[in-house]
Nanobody, 125 residues
Framework: QAQLVESGGGSVQAGDSLSLSCSAS????????VGWFRQAPGRERSFVAA??????YYADSVKGRFTISRENARDTVTLQMNSLEPDDTAVYYC????????????????????WGQGTQVTVSS
């Protein structure tokens, strides 16, 4: 079991930075995979980044700008977002499952069985 709570969203200008945090309890979170997905209005929920036993993985659109990190001692996964662009505007969701995944399979939201409620990120030009 895992309960996920996101925080850190907000409204910023293009080029600014934001840090999102996902706090949780439960074994699926501390020993499994934690990912971030986002959903813009009228679009499907899409993969942003994930941290799993094999490493950290990123969507091409955020590679080099976003960094995912895990602090098990604090039961927290952070998504540091730099050089934000208007296209990054979306509701960001933290998700987790108890297993591991690869750079390909981590992108499949069907693997994740625990989800947070989401936090809004708005980037204006």
């Amino acid at each position: 079991q895992a309960q996920l709570v996101e925080s850190g969203g907000g409204s910023v200008q293009a080029g600014d930075s934001l840090s999102l945090s996902c706090s949780a309890s439960g074994r699926a979170f501390t020993s499994g995979t934690v990912g971030w997905f986002r959903q813009a209005p009228g679009r499907e929920r899409s993969f942003v980044a994930a941290t799993s036993r094999g490493g950290n993985y990123y969507a091409d659109s955020v590679k080099g700008r976003f960094t995912i990190s895990r602090e098990n001692a604090r039961d927290t996964v952070t998504l540091q977002m730099n050089s934000l662009e208007p296209d990054d505007t979306a509701v960001y969701y933290c998700a987790a499952f108890g297993g591991a995944c690869t750079s390909t399979s981590c992108r499949d939201r069907r693997l994740y069985n625990y989800w947070g409620q989401g936090t809004q990120v708005t980037v204006s030009s």
